[in-house]
T-cell receptor, first 115, second 113 residues
Framework: KQEVTQIPAALSVPEGENLVLNCSFT??????LQWFRQDPGKGLTSLLL?????REQTSGRLNASLDKSSGRSTLYIAASQPGDSATYLC??????????????FGTGTRLKVLA | DAGVTQSPTHLIKTRGQQVTLRCSPK?????VSWYQQALGQGPQFIFQ???????QRGNFPDRFSGHQFPNYSSELNVNALLLGDSALYLC????????????FGSGTRLTVV
């Protein structure tokens, strides 16, 4: 059974710091991995999608890496800003035995960037 | 280009009642998936609809049912509500057979009292 764990559960940093959020998964047979941002009481916004054949993806100040063999992904945020404060969720997508796909989410990391 | 639209945004129901939540997918999307997100948890997959059929289902009881209409919009129905059904219900749309990430709606906050 695929399990997704995110560490730390919560993080508070001063503005301007570079930071790393971690995501680990137990089954390396994934199709892709996606990082999302969720503001309080809101839906999810996709940040980065990494296919299983890729090692990393970058978008602006965000960089996500994927190491399938070790079951790990990291989200790197450069020069953090107060507007980055949110919960960050990772989700792995795997192919089921019936040939369909499903996402399994971690519980998220709550980030607070202090001005 | 409208994204995923969910209604209502909030609602309060009493234990034992029934509720219907609605979702309109992003333009060009034909697949709708529903997720339940309890407070402080990650979203849990409920089911997915494609071509008006339930294609996948997560570990949710039969009290949770759904429907997809010819215009690709979808409804989530929950019968005999329990206090534990209180959560944010998220709808996500995508294009069947194409490996693009989901587009999520803002969710419906359901409170069961």
């Amino acid at each position: 059974k695929q399990e997704v764990t995110q560490i730390p559960a919560a993080l508070s940093v001063p503005e301007g710091e570079n930071l790393v959020l971690n995501c680990s998964f137990t089954d390396s047979a994934i199709y892709n991995l996606q990082w999302f941002r969720q503001d309080p009481g809101k839906g999810l916004t996709s940040l980065l999608l990494i296919q299983s054949s890729q090692r990393e993806q970058t978008s602006g100040r965000l960089n996500a890496s994927l190491d399938k063999s070790s079951g790990r992904s990291t989200l790197y945020i450069a020069a953090s800003q107060p507007g980055d404060s949110a919960t960050y969720l990772c989700a792995v997508r795997r192919i089921t035995t019936s040939g369909t796909y499903k996402y399994i989410f971690g519980t998220g990391t709550r980030l607070k960037v202090l001005a | 280009d409208a994204g995923v639209t969910q209604s209502p945004t909030h609602l309060i129901k009493t234990r034992g009642q029934q509720v219907t939540l609605r979702c309109s997918p992003k333009s060009g999307h034909d697949t709708v998936s529903w997720y339940q997100q309890a407070l402080g948890q990650g979203p849990q997959f409920i089911f997915q609809y494609y071509e008006e059929e339930e294609r996948q289902r997560g570990n949710f009881p039969d009290r949770f049912s759904g429907h997809q209409f010819p215009n690709y919009s979808s409804e989530l129905n929950v019968n005999a509500l329990l206090l534990g059904d209180s959560a944010l219900y998220l709808c996500a749309s995508s294009r069947g057979g194409v490996d693009y990430g989901y587009t999520f709606g803002s969710g419906t906050r359901l409170t069961v009292v």
